[in-house]
């Protein structure tokens, strides 16, 4: 049921502003509260839309700090679609920003990945799906190896999708106005929309190791 997520306050940016830099320890203690309030929880709130929205979404986590500054000045957050395969959702003094991707893969699933890329049809149908991400204006990027893996020609057609250990999507939502408005559940879907058939993609076929 939407309702729930408001937007951003305009007053989470001026935490986060003061949480630059190494915030001491007595800084980052008396920022904690409105940190939780105006920063994470609206991010809980979001997600929890985009669930009602689509029960694909339902497997989420919200991250909490950590001890490194990185994590007081950026709130994380994932929903998870498979074994290793996931959006990621970053809110920072940058904006919102939003990945697809499959990283820090189980043992296994890079040679299956791999398979899956060699092959006519699957591989050929990975490639126009990243072509199709990258003009949507996606960075893709990933674990990439030097050279292309043993085992497979050195002048395969996809040999560049071969040399990935991870595949990563990403690109910045921005941080306009309606960061503060509704209007981001919205943006949020729509761009998960943009990564479905990449994230289908290696759901089907690097979910499980070989």
Known sequence: MRGQFTGWPEQAMDVLWQLQGEPTHATRERYRA??????????IALLNEVADTDPRYEDFSVWHYRT???WWQHQCAVIRLGRKIEIGLRFSLD??????????????????????????????????????VRKKGYDVSGDVM???????????????????????AA????REEWL???????RV????ADLDAL?????????RAA
């Open 34 to 43: 409105d940190r939780e309030r105006l920063v994470r929880q609206p991010m």
């Open 68 to 70: 490194n500054s990185w």
């Open 95 to 132: 904006g919102l920003r939003i990945q697809g991707a499959w990283w820090y893969p189980d043992p296994g699933q890079v040679d299956t990945f791999r398979k899956a890329v060699a092959s006519e049809g699957t591989g050929r149908e990975l490639a126009v799906i990243i072509e199709d």
């Open 146 to 168: 030097k050279r292309p893996p043993r085992g497979y020609l050195t002048d395969h057609s996809r040999t560049n999708l071969l040399r990935h250990r991870s595949l990563i």
């Open 171 to 174: 690109r910045p939502l921005g």
């Open 180 to 186: 503060h408005t509704p209007e981001v559940v919205d």
């Open 189 to 192: 879907l729509s761009a998960a």
């Open 199 to 207: 994230l289908l993609w290696l759901v089907r076929h690097v979910k």
